[in-house]
């Protein structure tokens, strides 16, 4: 059984770029959450797709927007990528949308300059 | 604004004693409450959870103790290991909300010294 990966593992962008994060949930888990979690912080929340549908949604602007593929897999976009945007960004996997245990990958740390 | 306020931030303890980190929330909605353990280089990853029909929770060496009147719930870490060393963050959830997020505290720095 594999466990949720996330590509790439790291990566630097400048103001003003778009950035493609992607994640592979772990076998037989049809939700995925991702989460930004700056230096020193917990993770926060972006927001959850179940069965290729967004379906919640933390404090976080339009220009973060998400995909879920038909294998459950995700990607998170970003545009007009800003300084404060340099952060760890983890992705999680589960079995259910609701409470229950998140399997989270090792994240993308995005470095913006 | 921040609905999940753990402390302390950072905690040394030597190796065999009790480690104790605590969590206070204001959401009366928030009924899952789980503790993650974050390694450097990591993700999180789940150490055992809690929902507020229970005052008391023991998996192994790790106990999480829940106060619903006070909205607060703590982790206890007996017989703390060098290998126990990590972030730790309290978490909660309300379950029945159509949001599905999980809110973190800040989390603890765990060291344990040999």
């Known amino acids: 059984e594999t466990g949720v990966t996330q590509s790439p593992t790291h990566l630097i962008k400048t103001r003003g770029q778009q950035v493609t994060l992607r994640c592979s949930s772990q076998?037989?888990?049809?939700?995925v959450s991702w989460y930004q979690q700056a230096l020193g912080q917990g993770p926060q929340f972006i927001f959850q797709?179940?069965?290729?549908?967004?379906?919640g949604r933390g404090n976080f602007p339009p220009r973060f927007s998400g995909l879920q593929f038909p294998n459950y897999s995700s990607e998170l976009n970003v545009n007009a990528l800003e300084l404060d945007d340099s952060a760890l960004y983890l992705c999680?996997?589960?079995?259910?949308?609701?409470?229950?245990?998140?399997?989270f990958g090792e994240g993308s740390r995005l470095t913006v300059l | 604004q921040q609905q999940v306020k753990q402390s302390p931030q950072s905690l040394i303890v030597q190796k065999g004693g009790i480690s104790i980190i605590n969590c206070a929330y204001e959401?009366?909605?928030?009924?899952?409450f789980p503790w993650y353990q974050q390694f450097p280089g990591k993700g999180p990853a789940l150490l055992i959870a809690?929902?507020?029909?229970?005052s008391e929770k023991k998996e192994g060496r790790f106990t999480i103790s829940f106060n619903k009147s006070a909205k607060q719930f703590s982790l206890h870490i007996m017989d703390s290991q060098p290998g126990d060393s990590a972030t730790y963050f309290c978490?909660?959830?309300?379950?029945?909300?159509?949001?599905?997020?999980?809110?973190f505290g800040k989390g603890t720095l765990l060291t344990v010294n040999p």
């Open positions: 999680a996997s589960s079995w259910t949308q609701g409470a229950g245990e998140l399997f």
């Open positions: 076998s037989g888990h049809n939700t």
């Open positions: 797709y179940y069965r290729e549908e967004e379906n």
């Open positions: 959401n009366t909605a928030f009924d899952y």
């Open positions: 809690i929902r507020p029909d229970v």
């Open positions: 978490a909660a959830q309300d379950s029945g909300g159509s949001n599905y997020k999980l809110t």
